[in-house]
């Protein structure tokens, strides 16, 4: 088993572009999760999906979206790219299996000039 | 609202001390408890967790917590620390919510290890 995988691992964007991080399962988990990290902060909770086919917003979903593509993908998109996006992007899933605890990616880091 | 504290953001022990890294919640149930820890560069590994019963957890590369109630925390705790515990540690409390659990994080302890 992979895990979770995330791609790209690194991107720079200039303000302004677009682009998807993506996200990817293979435990058969039902829920998942995008976080950013930045520093002093902790991690962040920027959307979640409880199942295939629905999304929720939390703590900082402002110029993100998010798409629960099916059971094992979750991306995440920015449309338009601002500095104060430059972080580190983090992914992870959890199922229902009573266990409670979150699985994570490697993240992606990712730099807006 | 829901919050996690972790209230020293850097703590510096010597190899072979103990220690104790202090994290607090304010939910008004007992939440679901996780403590990860992140080395430079990596994501989040599982340290340890608490769902109910014994307050006291047992963990990974041994690590303790203890839940206390009547102080909403749940401290870790290592007896002898290794060089290679450096890094990152994160306390995060899980509360249910449509369908399923979200999670909030503490703002973390980084923790150097002097030789």
């Known amino acids: 088993n992979a895990g979770v995988t995330q791609t790209p691992k690194f991107q720079v964007l200039k303000t302004g572009q677009s682009m998807t991080l993506q996200c990817a399962q293979d435990?058969?988990?039902?829920?998942m999760y995008w976080y950013r990290q930045d520093p002093g902060m902790g991690l962040r909770l920027i959307y979640y999906s409880a199942s295939e086919g629905t999304t929720d917003k939390g703590e900082v979903p402002n110029g993100y979206n998010v798409s629960r593509l099916n059971k094992r993908e979750f991306s995440l998109r920015l449309e338009s790219a601002a500095p104060s996006q430059t972080s580190v992007y983090f992914c992870?899933?959890?199922?229902?299996?009573?266990?409670?605890?979150?699985?994570f990616g490697p993240g992606t880091r990712l730099t807006v000039t | 609202a829901q919050s996690v504290t972790q209230p020293d953001i850097h703590i510096t022990v010597s190899e072979g001390a103990s220690l104790e890294l202090r994290c607090n919640y304010s939910y008004g149930a007992t939440p679901y408890l996780f403590w990860y820890v992140q080395s430079p560069g990596q994501g989040l590994q599982l340290l340890l967790k608490?769902?109910?019963?014994?307050?006291l957890v047992q963990g990974i590369k041994g690590f303790e917590a203890e839940f206390k109630r009547s102080q909403s925390s749940f401290n870790l705790r290592k007896p002898s620390v290794h060089w290679s515990d450096a890094a990152e540690y994160f306390c995060?409390?899980?509360?249910?919510?449509?369908?399923?659990?979200?999670?909030?994080f503490g703002t973390g302890t980084r923790l150097k290890v002097l030789a």
């Open positions: 992870a899933s959890r199922n229902y299996d009573g266990m409670y605890e979150q699985y």
């Open positions: 435990m058969n988990h039902n829920s």
């Open positions: 608490y769902f109910s019963g014994d307050t």
């Open positions: 995060a409390v899980g509360l249910p919510t449509s369908g399923t659990y979200k999670y909030i």
